[in-house]
């Protein structure tokens, strides 16, 4: 039987028709440097915009640590002709859903609104980028919650400093060396003045991509969008200049560099990384496979022999970060009470070992490239993801068209790739190794270290 999938209208679809199918759009780029992306698809009567401006935490200075995420949080305070508090209450009056993030490279914001609300949501949206409108008020109340937000999720959370522990470790002198959420001391001493200088380079229309994707009339969401993004002024210096300004110099990981963090834990674990080329390169395509074929699903290779098999950990993963100037694989796991870390490690080193010398099977190759068509069919049908996507390959690669390509190039990929990957980037390769224990095994080592 053909496999099928449902689509919104409720119509039987052949799995390849749909993963065949194009996302259809239109480029263009405004006087002031803007580039717009339109994508329509009368499926829903919604519309999706996305607006991605090019700068994360890797674009700010040292001393700066956190300013890209902290005004991420500043743009729903209000804005030229937007009271703070109002920017949330006027989406919801007019039936909108809107949210935020920020990662090292980019900070994406998205506004879901009903077809008919379209002028609506491109004035809502513009009038972020209008002119700086910070208020010390704002300011300071949203200091104090990217702060609360630092102790929740990183500080006060089983396992929540890895990342803060792994940037600093990995990469030396440039600005992937610290945590997309900052540093509490550079967040306290940021002023008024700080965060206008902020905007005023980064927030400007010529470093910036919005795609609209949904139910809407191209010709109307064109001209729309040039009443009211067009009169936006560009920025002082253009986004090669941006691009260029953040200096970025990847020194390699010199051999295994450890450290051992205690935690309020019950379970031990084991966190590391190594240094892979950036997102979209072949090779790290091949990595995004490896990985997948090693940790999804129970039957996957780290899962089944060290859950199942020897029951020597309680939850164990990989995975890629893809970044525009560098790449990530990881891996981790969460080890069974009388377990040794050495042990477990021991364990990761041989499968992985076993990646490197080319001992993936064609059968494992399949069914995660199956895996991938799936998640790529499911993604693509929906108009946020789809808006996402499109905004992301343009503003990192100019080459939106890589919403339609991504996916052949994932299934080009063969055994002989991902084994050549693998050795040459993991092979008696640097990689950062954070051991997490837990506090009370501090004292005990205190303890022992006194007698």
Not at 136 to 141: M, Y
Not at 256 to 265: G, L, P, Q
Not at 269 to 290: C, H, S
Not at 343 to 366: A, C, M, P, S, Y
């Amino acid at each position: 039987m053909t496999p099928g999938y449902i689509n919104k209208n409720g119509y039987q679809l052949n799995l390849q028709e749909v993963i065949n199918r194009t996302v259809y759009f239109t480029e263009h780029t405004l006087s002031n440097g803007l580039k717009l992306i339109l994508t329509p698809d009368s499926s829903i009567p919604a519309v999706v915009l996305n607006l991605c401006y090019h700068v994360g935490s890797k674009n700010e200075d040292k001393n700066r640590r956190g300013y890209a995420h902290l005004f991420e949080h500043l743009m729903f305070e209000g804005s030229t002709n937007i009271l703070p508090g109002d920017y949330d209450r006027l989406s919801l009056q007019a039936g909108c859903e809107n949210n935020a993030y920020t990662t090292e490279d980019k900070t994406n914001y998205y506004l879901i609104a009903p077809s008919n609300q379209l002028e609506f949501a491109l004035w809502l949206e513009s009038d972020r980028m209008l002119g700086f409108s910070v208020t010390q008020e704002s300011l300071d109340v949203q200091k104090g919650v990217v702060i609360e937000e630092k102790k929740q999720v990183y500080d006060n959370r089983p396992y929540g400093s890895v990342s803060l522990n792994f940037a600093p470790l990995l990469y030396n002198n440039n600005g992937y060396s610290w945590d997309v959420i900052g540093d509490v001391k550079d967040l306290k001493k940021a002023t008024l003045e700080d965060i206008r200088e902020f905007y005023e380079k980064y927030y400007v229309p010529n470093n910036a991509v919005l795609t609209i994707a949904g139910d809407f009339d191209p010709d109307d969401a064109l001209r729309l969008t040039g009443k009211y993004f067009g009169s936006i002024k560009r920025g002082k210096f253009s986004a090669e200049e941006l691009s260029s300004s953040c200096a970025f110099i990847d020194e390699p990981v010199g051999g295994e560099v450890r450290k051992i963090i205690y935690d309020d834990i019950q379970l031990p674990g084991i966190f590391g990384a190594y240094k892979i080329p950036k997102e979209n390169t072949d090779e790290f395509l091949a990595f995004d496979l490896v990985t997948d074929i090693l940790s999804t699903g129970e039957s996957s290779r780290l899962y089944n022999e060290l859950v199942y098999q020897k029951q020597m950990v309680s939850d164990i993963g990989s995975w890629v970060e893809g970044r525009e100037l560098s790449g990530l694989l990881h891996f981790y796991a969460i080890l069974l009470p009388g377990v040794k870390i050495e042990d477990v490690q021991t364990e990761i080193d041989r499968i992985f070992n076993d990646v490197i010398e080319g001992k993936i099977t064609g059968h494992e190759l399949q069914k995660i490239k199956n895996r991938i068509e799936t998640r790529h069919v499911y993604r693509m049908q929906t108009n946020l993801a789809k808006a996402d996507s499109l905004s992301h390959f343009k503003t990192f690669y100019d080459t939106p068209g890589l919403i339609n390509t991504n996916i052949e190039r994932y299934m080009s990929i063969t055994l002989e790739d991902m084994q050549q990957a693998s050795e040459k980037y993991l092979k008696n390769a640097g990689r950062v190794i954070l051991e997490y224990l837990p506090k009370s095994q501090k004292k005990k080592a205190v303890k022992n270290k006194t007698k």
